[in-house]
């Protein structure tokens, strides 16, 4: 049985309230807040979130250098829409000396180093400057990431704060669809889970649409490093 529209405001008042309440015990306890972002459809639902009930925190977009111009974009609209302080970081490695010993960029022979030169490490300035880390996984999304609870603690003394780890699929984007958000523009040609362009592929459309098949094809990787390295298990 679906919901009805009346249902689901009422959920995601319910949720709002909840997610209000924990930000307002951080703020009490004189707790400095920020967010990350990858600027994909899953990442809509949190940015709305952190306009309406903490629009002063700044969100943190690690530019790879990789990213599809579609993201950019997408990235660029949503701060004009939702009014959002977003602040861009980037590896102080230039991409020239971020090559393997035969001269390949490191995202074709060494992903993980490609991540952590270009994702984890450009963090570390971040961790040290505030004590909150809103973060939008989900369980739903990964085993790795279903083994979160609520809060987790980062590196550096940060709680990872992690406010939609029970949404579902449906939940994220029935949340768009009533609040009347857009989506990735890539996401109708088959990009389900988008991150840098490299590493990025088309999905089947029949598969969930929580399958991060689509990232690393063909290699034994499914995480960056944000939620395995950055995250104190």
Known sequence: MFASKEELIKLFEEKLEMIQADLESYKKADKKLFSTSS????SVPLLHIISVLAPDTPVYFLNTGY???ET???RDELAEKLNLNIVSISSSIPKYQ??????RLMYSSNPDRCCHINKIAPLDPILASFDVWINGVRGAQSSVRASFNKEEQAPMGVTRYHPMLDWNTKMVHDYIRIFELPRHPLEGQGYLSIGCQPCTHKI???AL????DGRWKGMNKTECGLHTKLVKK
């Open 98 to 103: 971020q090559k393997d010993q035969d001269g």
């Open 39 to 42: 600027f994909q459809t899953n």
């Open 209 to 212: 649409l929580d399958n991060r």
């Open 67 to 69: 990213h599809f111009a």
């Open 204 to 206: 089947d459309p029949n």
């Open 72 to 74: 950019l974009k997408f």
